[in-house]
């Protein structure tokens, strides 16, 4: 079949769904509500008349009359509500039509068959495969705006679609029906705040259901190409659900210390379920399958454990025995982590149980053996921990901390914070050099705060010892802007002992590593610095130099292998310097710490904090593989997943093995590429080879030039407006839903940082949220019209064709400025007050918005906007007609509740505007 042919058959497939869906909510709504199923038909017919022409406040007015005589009839939340769940029923349709599930995990082996004919050797490239690693990591990040029974019915409603379309199963629609009617009688929006154990509760449904046994699959695949077991999982699953306590008070170390627990009880429970099937179904007895000594030694040390009328009736099933064996130690696992002696009989990691799986499949034929390997994935995916918590704080609870430990000591007065930088290290160095202090001997004598500053890394090393060693690693300090920041916590973890200097350390040959299992324990935290604003971008290497150089942090990471782990920021840095600046300095600044490397001796290990918006660093993950700097992946890929980008990617098990085969690939395509091409002249060249390993995944000294002119002009741009302009902050208070966003029930985490109005102490989430809700969206696009309008146009092109970081980035801003409608968003601007900063603020964005446009489409040697890309661009557009309703009735509701003299009327108002905004966020499918 031909592209085109695909193409309109996949057109015609989409069409066909849309239709289906749109019938079944309309039947829906006949049987629930007929008036309201006749204004969301006039509705529809209205928005299809005003999309014909381009939108004016006259075209507006039909709909709001409409809206008007839907308010008077009482049934303003009914209409939003439809509208919301036709949105959720589309994005379910355009989730179907944008997955080949049948072809995902062949998506990793066309990667490799690509790579082959592009003249890589297979010998190398299985080496890629096997040590490549994706570790996602889930945050609580308030950007899902749905509650979870929407979630369920989400994923419900997909396998249900996917039933009548592919499997001709007629009664899934009724299934349909039954949903669609529950979801009618339920609020749309959560009615308390959402606690951190309930978004706990969300992830691990998405983990259990789809992200375990998708990953799982995907394990599989490979070891069906590298034909042998995995020794290490290729996917490694984190979370800051429990750990990320950065703004937010109610994450603290009791939370902390329970999110552990609930994780270590749901895998263990997990392996016990899929353990106590296999002791159904491998009944296979000694009679007819010859044991291998090992198992035979190992039963006869272990037959003891089981209960006397099990082993009996195991006598003649020695695989029954030894997992009826297994069940019982993974049960005291459980007794272990609340026991206060010790309880025998109990693994101690999960590498115990992986070697009990291997006894039993050396002794079983291929076939037999089939689920005890899929156990064993499960293992290699899960360990003890299910997910791995990343710890993340400010930096400045350390500092006062230490303050205040560091004052009672008679080290320093109690004015730490306020010494110059050079200072702070000469007292920490002395401080480090000191002997290891017993915390518990002056806790009497300390704050509260301090006090709780000391418990957070005892907890961890509870967590260690009684979940694994893998529960916590990563330890991150978010707005690091010095290397003090880290010697503070590296202080905390010599005197609790996640750090313990080795004896044998010479500062002269700092640069060998030791990699005996005893090294592994020296150093059991990985200080993470976070840079997140332009500046700190920018000096990062400066600071990772003076770490280096300094005595005892370079003896920490020799201790730890000579890997340090580095979090670069994609939210704060465009909000404080706009998108494009934001993408071009985190490029600069990894490839510089890149650059580094060889002459420090030290291998950084890049964590992306990557947000679901394109403007907090969405866009998808495989084109951003491609176009990292060189040489700054090598098989390693540690990103945030975010909000209702978790739903979307790994919800349902179709498009979660989509997404991780997806990125598979991408990660074996950008690994090779780094491993064998950057930089490096010996490569023979082949026709494919160099271009796309070496000329397209960097810059070349010329293009660097424009982009750097590119990045000067658009920053400058930017901060005239968000932090120049007077009058801004008021501006973005009255014309966005900014102050309803703020009391909406999202997420258990403030939208600020500190009280205050400035736009630096905001949170980069709610800023984006409420720029998307107003179809502004210029934290997404603003500032690159005026900088591309002071570069040639062909120069750009020339950019576009050859640089895989601009055409990535060029390609995401344009996905993003699809969804912005300045027709909607001067109705939001008609709130502001002053006349005169309403004029200023909105000719300033109309006219940097007319620039982007036409560069936009002119780069991309375009007529309209995705041209290029029709599948997307009809992707984008789908849901421009019930979002646009949205917003119209979320001004005129917000019109209402700002002229309404008494509460009771508002606070109906607010849960008719809180509905909205998640019918609008359901529809962009983007929050924050």
């Known amino acids: 079949m031909s592209q085109s042919t695909a193409q309109i058959f996949d057109e015609q497939t989409l069409d066909r769904e849309i239709q289906f869906i749109r019938e079944i909510m309309i039947d829906m709504l006949q049987q629930v509500d007929k008036q309201v199923c006749d204004f969301f038909l006039s509705?529809?017919?209205?928005?299809?008349?005003?999309?014909?022409?381009?939108?004016?406040?006259?075209?507006?007015?039909?709909?709001?009359?409409?809206?008007?005589?839907?308010?008077?009839?009482?049934?303003?939340?009914?209409?939003?509500?439809?509208?919301?769940?036709?949105?959720?029923l589309i994005n379910i349709v355009e989730e179907r039509f944008n997955i080949d599930a049948t072809q995902s995990l062949e998506r990793i082996a066309g990667a490799y068959d690509s790579l082959l004919l592009e003249g890589f050797d297979r010998q190398d490239l299985d080496k890629i495969l096997e040590s490549i690693c994706f570790y996602p990591v889930f945050t609580a990040h308030p950007t899902e705006s749905r509650r979870r029974t929407f979630l369920e019915a989400h994923s419900q409603i997909t396998q249900d679609l996917r039933k009548i379309f592919e499997l001709g199963d007629k009664k899934a629609k009724e299934h349909i029906q039954y949903r669609l009617h529950l979801l009618w009688q339920t609020n749309l929006v959560r009615t308390q705040k959402i606690e951190v154990l309930f978004e706990l509760d969300n992830l691990l449904f998405i983990v259990e259901n789809s992200i375990l046994p998708s990953s799982q699959k995907v394990l599989e695949y490979i070891e069906s190409m590298l034909e042998h077991p995995l020794k290490h999982s290729p996917i490694r699953l984190g979370s800051w659900i429990g750990g990320d306590r950065d703004g937010n008070p109610f994450v603290t170390n009791d939370l902390m210390t329970e999110v552990m627990k609930i994780q270590h009880k749901l895998i263990v429970n997990f392996y016990i379920k899929k353990l106590e099937r296999l002791v159904r179904e491998l009944s296979i007895s000694e009679d007819y399958t010859k044991t291998s000594p090992r198992l035979d030694k190992s039963l006869q040390k272990e037959l003891p454990i089981l209960d006397e009328k099990i082993a009996q009736i195991c006598a003649s099933e020695p695989f029954r025995a030894k997992l009826y064996i297994m069940i019982k130690k993974l049960q005291n696992r459980l007794v272990y982590v609340n026991a206060p002696s010790t309880i025998s009989h109990t693994y101690a990691t999960p590498q115990e149980i992986i070697a009990d799986v291997d006894m039993?499949?050396?002794?079983?034929?291929?076939?037999?053996?089939?689920?005890?390997?899929?156990?064993?994935?499960?293992?290699?995916?899960?360990?003890?921990?299910?997910?791995?918590?990343?710890?993340?704080?400010?930096?400045?609870?350390?500092?006062?901390?230490?303050?205040e430990i560091l004052c009672l000591l008679g080290v320093c007065d109690n004015d730490f914070m306020s010494y110059k930088e050079d200072r702070k290290i000469e007292i920490l160095n002395t401080a480090l050099a000191m002997p290891k202090l017993e915390l518990g001997t002056i806790s009497e004598q300390l704050s509260e705060s301090t006090q709780n500053v000391i418990d957070i890394f005892l907890r961890i090393v509870w967590g260690k010892k009684y979940i694994n060693e893998g529960i916590l690693k990563t330890f991150i300090l978010s707005m690091t802007t010095d290397a003090s920041d880290l010697l503070c916590v590296l202080w905390f973890a010599k005197q609790t002992g996640l750090w313990k200097p080795s004896k044998s350390y010479k500062e002269s040959h700092k640069t060998e590593v030791d990699s005996s299992d005893e090294s592994k324990l020296r150093a059991r935290i990985a200080i993470t610095p976070l840079f997140e604003t332009i500046d700190d971008l920018c000096r990062a290497g400066n600071i990772m130099r003076t770490l280096v150089q300094n005595p005892h942090y370079s003896h920490y990471l020799h201790d730890i292998g000579m890997r340090q782990e580095i979090m670069v920021g994609y939210s704060d840095s465009s909000k404080d310097g706009g998108i494009f600046t934001s993408n071009y300095s985190l490029y600069v600044a990894i490839e510089e710490l890149k650059?580094?490397?060889?002459?420090?001796?030290?291998?950084?290990?890049?964590?992306?904090?990557?947000?679901?918006?394109?403007?907090?660093?969405?866009?998808?993950?495989?084109?951003?593989?491609?176009a990292s700097p060189p040489r700054s992946v090598l098989g390693f890929l540690k990103t945030t997943e975010q909000g209702e980008v978790i739903s979307s990617k790994y919800l349902n098990r179709s498009s979660a093995e989509f997404f991780l085969a997806s990125t598979m690939a991408g990660l074996l395509k950008k690994t090779s590429y780094d491993a064998f091409c950057a930089n490096n002249t010996k490569i023979p060249p082949t026709p494919n080879m160099l271009t796309q390993g070496n000329i397209k995944c960097s810059i070349s000294p010329h293009h660097k030039q424009i982009m750097e002119q590119l990045s000067a002009i658009s920053h400058k741009t930017y901060r005239k407006l968000v932090y120049e302009t007077d009058g801004f902050i008021e501006?973005?208070?009255?014309?966005?839903?900014?102050?309803?966003?703020?009391?909406?029930?999202?997420?258990?985490?403030?939208?600020?940082?500190?009280?205050?109005?400035?736009?630096?102490?905001?949170?980069?989430?709610p800023w984006v949220f409420a720029w998307t809700q107003n179809r502004a969206i210029i934290p997404a696009w603003y500032g690159l019209g005026s900088a591309l309008s002071a570069v040639d146009l062909g120069e750009l092109r020339s950019c576009y064709k050859e640089s895989e970081f601009f055409a990535a980035t060029i390609s995401n801003i344009s996905q993003a400025f699809l969804k912005v409608d300045l027709c909607i968003a001067k109705q939001y601007n008609d709130f502001v007050q002053d006349g005169a900063i309403q004029d200023r603020i909105w000719a300033q964005i109309t006219d940097e918005y007319e620039k982007t446009l036409r560069l936009l489409v002119a780069i991309r040697e375009e007529e309209n906007l995705l041209d290029s890309e029709p599948t997307l661009q009809k992707s984008i557009l789908l849901r421009n007609d019930s979002v646009m309703t949205l917003n119209l009735l979320q001004i005129e509701l917000m019109k209402k509740y700002f002229a309404t003299p008494y509460e009771a009327k508002r606070t109906r108002l607010m849960e008719q505007i809180h509905s909205t905004i998640i019918g609008i966020a359901q529809g962009l499918r983007n929050t924050g």
């Open 43 to 88: 509705l529809y017919g209205k928005l299809q008349a005003s999309t014909d022409t381009t939108h004016d406040d006259k075209n507006f007015q039909a709909i709001r009359e409409e809206l008007h005589t839907i308010g008077l009839a009482g049934k303003t939340l009914e209409i939003i509500k439809a509208f919301s769940l036709y949105n959720i």
């Open 360 to 403: 039993l499949i050396e002794s079983l034929d291929e076939v037999s053996g089939k689920y005890l390997r899929q156990f064993r994935r499960f293992v290699l995916l899960g360990g003890f921990h299910l997910m791995q918590l990343d710890f993340r704080e400010h930096k400045d609870a350390f500092a006062q901390a230490i303050s």
């Open 595 to 626: 650059a580094l490397e060889s002459s420090l001796g030290v291998e950084f290990v890049l964590f992306h904090g990557r947000g679901g918006s394109v403007s907090r660093g969405g866009g998808t993950l495989e084109s951003a593989l491609l």
């Open 731 to 765: 501006y973005f208070k009255s014309a966005t839903p900014i102050s309803f966003i703020q009391q909406l029930n999202l997420g258990s985490r403030p939208s600020k940082r500190r009280d205050t109005t400035r736009v630096e102490d905001l949170r980069a989430i």
